[in-house]
């Protein structure tokens, strides 16, 4: 475990390292950071002065490892737009994008897990059929069309939610701005989870139950049933159980998703998280807070798919990952 | 595990139940609260750090300039109460006595001069204060302004100096460095504080995030009607939400007001909307350099014809642009109002066949997504009507992070651009947009149909020194006439200016074509 | 063959559930519109001169202000809908089934060799993965359109949309499958059948073909047919941000999301026509998975 830990790691630092280095050579694609940074009417001369001082003329690979010296003593460089370490900026978006994924992977685990059991048990009833049919209506609405429809409906409307923002903050821990803890907070809260999980629940019911109808047919469930255990403990406990290695496979990578690029969401709901900053730095050609935030996303994805594969060995004890060969 | 979870939730109870009971003592705030809502918030505290819309804005609402426009475009006192020309090169203000900066220093010439210097180290106005050489206090409370050459938009030009407290920004910050220091990408004493003159003084901001002002209750203009006492001030990029803000009574002004839902909020009883015509022309420029076909004034006259800029701003735009003929709007000196729109598809046809291109030519044109208003819709419309005079248009949006460095490449035979005039002056299009490119001189800086002609260029660098106004005007109409006669660009529209507020917000004394609204005196009932 | 496929399991469950009897009825008719779109298309939409920006925003025929030469009613640039709705559901068809493809290949490819393979092997895919995860669709339209722009021009941009589109979303997704795959792979391998297959000397390849994959394939169905209605979707998402088909040809997905900002106007057929073609496309491709899972599945004993 524990040296599965620390080979982790060190493919995690290598990995680091690459999506940095992809970031640096690609990084002209996003535009020029001066350009957004002065006026139009500025010349290509004071342009060229300030892209100078900024060292963007250099050579990449001098640009690089000027990069990667400072990242060694936890400089990730500065957001040009932001006027603030990049590190800074990006730890102080992730609140807002952590509470609203958080809000809506409950929704979805609350949700689908129930729907697609149920689909699974009973795959001719009409409810089944409902469940199924109507979850494709999520995935085939774009998330910036449903999230706007809900604004109209029960903002403009109806008056019942807040139409944009997290509302009002507490500050947890000295460092956590929280609308978790604010009625204000979690009115503003409501659309904005229900529109992002709309577009992931339909892929968990249905994963859900399609796995959930594979397990009711193996040996194992039909033994149980023989031997006259309970219903609902057999569902639970001996099929459900057994569904859960894809689900928890796809639910990581979505999970990392949502935290790196819930953009559509958060942008139609004016919430200020790293999906909103992701859009403002490509945006404005903010290729240092960019270059920064890749490498943070890239360890989202490491961590995250690390406790997957950790997970695994709990779910399924004939899965090894982490221990030895 | 599940312990940690279940004493989170207690917390989280625990949190919120403290949180309901102190909310009502939060909420009782004295005074009249507006919740603006614009695309985008300042990037900085420091007015000098970007030549912007956006900056003015907010430059407007926490300094003051010299002198202002007003709705009519002429020119009024702010903090300087006269002014005379005292000398072709020297202009003598005589400032307001008894004005006071948000620190509590008082503002005197010193500060102007201080100002003037600062913004001719600006990367973003060192060019618009070329002309000037330098400010001189004659007393506390008079300033001279000093040309180069004898210049024509002196008192213009003042407008941009929002006199910035020099003993606040004197000395050295924690980190040792200058407070007057100009950083356009880290941090900044000037950046990050402000002390001006004007109507509101920050008390919060997070930027991307919200800017919280107050009214300075020292403010100098006790005629002013502004009965404000805190503007909260929320960026909202996407335009529907923008929108839904408003009719959902979450904010009370917003800026812009996409053309799409006019319409709605124009319905709704309980929401003013107000739109202007505004100053910024929509235009396409034709590549000579990169097609021999645009070199032929008939062909370039053709495109012009042929595009329905009439069409387009009644229906894409909702009618919220005025269709153009040529660069200056209503109201610039440049202004010559026989150039009106020529749409004619006939004419058009006639003058392809004319210039041997009957059966048409295929040609690339790129676009920005989100720089002006529809910008992509424009440019789709103008692809289909050029297909109508058998001119086959490949089209590539983009948007603006990448859009400019392809504008100065060329890489497309048509490239659109939009310009508003930093000046409020006509000279300002002509010297970016079609004078002949010149590296030496900077003009010519966006001419990138590299359309050139000589006669025209000596007629704006004339216009520059002439003090006579009505004779200025007359040079800059001529110059209009020439770019129609020569088809050296095709103009599309001006887009107009619109905000929407909640009816109990009095918007319409407020705004004006330059786009700043005065809310230093703006009045909720 | 043919015999065999009538004598099938597959075609005898068919017979008998009338849900994916009608799915692919409406999804063959479907087919068939979207690829004689230019022939049963009233205009074509994709060509400026048939197109009079002073026609925009018709109203659909029975409404006041309808034509009965736009049944549907026209968009924004005046494209009659109807025609847009045969042309772009060809485009966002394509799209959505070309990357879907690239993906599945790529990811179930890389997630088969990882999780059969193990070790070192193993480690660096899905580090790989982890590395693309990273890049966002977004970020690889704009690389990609980029790199295209410096080698391709401008000019040949609308030509080259479709492809590059699918390159784009088929590259960026393939992680999803990688991973899921591999998750099945290392339940399976560890199970009698695989080990006796290999007891028996069988290539590694074979195994991983014919043994493993079929067991791995329920979820990976799933994926697929979810995944179709997401590629659509990120190409709506991504000319939301401004990196999708180019204006002059849109698809379901880019009609849909130009359309949305006009229905508070009042102009909502500009979308909901788009939408509901959309949502029916969407739905019959997913019941249609749905059976297939079901009927193809190893593990799952039908007639019951």
Known sequence: MFAFLIRRLVQAVLVMLIISFIGFSLKHAFGDPVRDLVGVSVSKEERDKIAEKLGLHDPVMVQYVRFLKNALTGDLGYSYFFKKPALDVILSKAPATLELVFAASLIIVFLSIPAGVYAAIRPRSFLSRLIMGSSIVGVSIPVFFTAIMMIYIFSVELHWAPSFGRGELVTLFGFWPSGLVTLDGLEHLIMPSIALSSIMLPLFIRLIQAEMMEALQSEYVKFAFAKGLKTFRIYMVHAFKNTLLPVITVGGVQLGTMIAFTILTETVFNWQGMGAMFVEAVERGDTSLLVAYLVFVGMVFIVVNTCVDLVYGLVNPMVRVAGRK | ???????????????????????????????????????????????????????????????????????????????????????????????????????????????????????????????????????????????????????????????????????????????????????????????????????????????????????????????????????????????????????????????????????????????????????????????????????????????????????????????????????????????????????????????????????????????????????????????????????????????????????????????????????????????????????????GQYNSGNYCNPKLDELVIASRSELDMDKRAKMLQEVEKIAYDDAAFVPLHWQNLSWAAKKNVKLIPIVNIMDFPYFGDIVIE | MWKKFLASHFLWSFKRDWVAMASAAVLVLL??????????????????????????????????????????????????????????????????????????????????????????????????????????????????????????????YEQMAVPLLIVIIGFAEWPQYARTVRASVLAEKKKEYVEAARVIGLPARRIMLRHILPNTLSPVLVISTVQVANAIMSEAALSFLGFGMPVTRPSLGSLIKSGFEFIFSGSWWITVFPGILLVVLILVINLLGDFMREALNPKLYKGA
């Open chain 2, 1 to 443: 595990m599940k312990r940690t979870l279940f004493a989170l939730a207690i917390v989280a109870v625990a949190a919120l139940a403290f949180q309901l009971a102190a909310a009502p003592a939060a909420q009782a705030a004295e005074g009249k609260v507006l919740k603006l809502a614009m695309d985008a918030d300042p990037v900085s505290l420091d007015p000098q750090i970007q030549l912007s819309g956006g900056m003015l804005q907010y430059s407007h609402m926490v300094f003051d300039p010299l002198v202002r426009w007003t709705k009519e475009m002429t020119i009024e006192p702010r903090l300087a109460e006269s002014w005379e020309q005292i000398d072709p090169k020297t202009m003598r203000f005589h400032l307001r006595k008894g004005v006071k900066f948000h620190s509590g220093n008082p503002f005197t010439a010193k500060d102007v001069v201080f100002t003037l210097n600062r913004l001719k180290e600006s990367p973003d106005f060192k060019g618009l204060f070329e002309p000037f050489e330098k400010a001189v206090a004659v007393d506390d409370n008079t300033v001279d302004l000093v040309t180069k050459e004898p210049y024509g938009l002196t008192l213009a030009m003042s407008t941009y100096i929002f006199p910035m407290d020099s003993v606040f920004y004197s000395g050295k910050d924690e980190s040792g460095q200058p407070k007057d220091a100009l950083v356009k990408t880290g941090p900044s004493f000037a950046n990050a504080n402000e002390s001006g003159t004007g109507p509101y003084k920050v008390v919060e901001r997070e930027q991307g995030v919200k800017l919280v002002m107050d009214r300075n209750p020292e403010y100098w203009d006790k005629k002013s009607p502004g009965n404000v006492s805190k503007i909260i001030f929320t960026p909202i990029k996407e335009d529907a939400t923008r929108v839904a803000a408003l009719l959902s009574g979450d904010v009370d002004f917003i800026e812009p007001v996409p053309p799409q839902d006019m319409k709605r909020l124009a319905d709704d009883p309980n929401i003013e909307l107000v739109s202007m015509p505004g100053t910024r022309v929509i235009t396409l420029q034709l590549n000579q350099k990169r097609r021999e076909e645009f070199k032929n004034p008939k062909v370039r006259e053709a495109i012009i014809y042929a595009i329905n800029n009439p069409g387009i701003v009644k229906t894409i735009m909702k009618g919220d642009a005025m269709a153009a003929g040529q660069q200056s709007p209503k109201g610039y000196a440049g202004y010559n109002p026989d150039l009106t729109p020529r749409f004619d598809l006939e004419k058009a046809k006639q003058l392809m066949k004319e210039a041997g291109y009957e059966k048409g030519f295929e040609v690339t044109m790129i676009a920005p997504n989100n720089r002006y208003v529809n910008d992509e819709k424009i440019a789709e419309a103008v692809v289909g009507m050029l297909s109508k005079i058998g001119i086959k248009v490949n089209l590539k949006t983009m948007p603006k992070a990448q859009y400019w460095d392809e504008f100065d490449n060329q890489v497309a035979d048509i490239q659109m651009i939009g310009w508003h005039a930093d000046t409020e002056d006509s000279a300002n299009f002509s010297e970016y947009l079609i004078m002949c490119p010149n590296k030496e001189t900077g003009m």
């Open chain 3, 31 to 156: 087919l068939l519109a979207s690829l004689l779109a230019p022939v049963i298309a009233p205009h074509n939409p994709y060509d400026g001169t048939n197109v009079d920006i002073m026609e925009a925003e018709t109203p659909p025929v029975w409404m006041e202000g309808g034509t009965s030469k736009f049944i549907l009613g026209t968009d924004a640039q005046g494209r009659g809908i109807l025609s847009a709705m045969l042309y772009g559901m060809r485009t966002s068809l394509m799209i959505g089934l070309g990357a879907v493809f690239l993906q599945a290949f790529m990811g179930i490819l890389i997630g088969l060799f990882s999780g059969y393979s193990g070790g070192k092997l193993e480690a660096f895919l899905m580090r790989l993965a982890d590395v693309q995860l990273s890049f966002s669709t977004l970020l690889v339209a704009i690389f990609v359109g980029a790199i295209f722009q410096m080698v391709f021009g401008v000019a040949s």
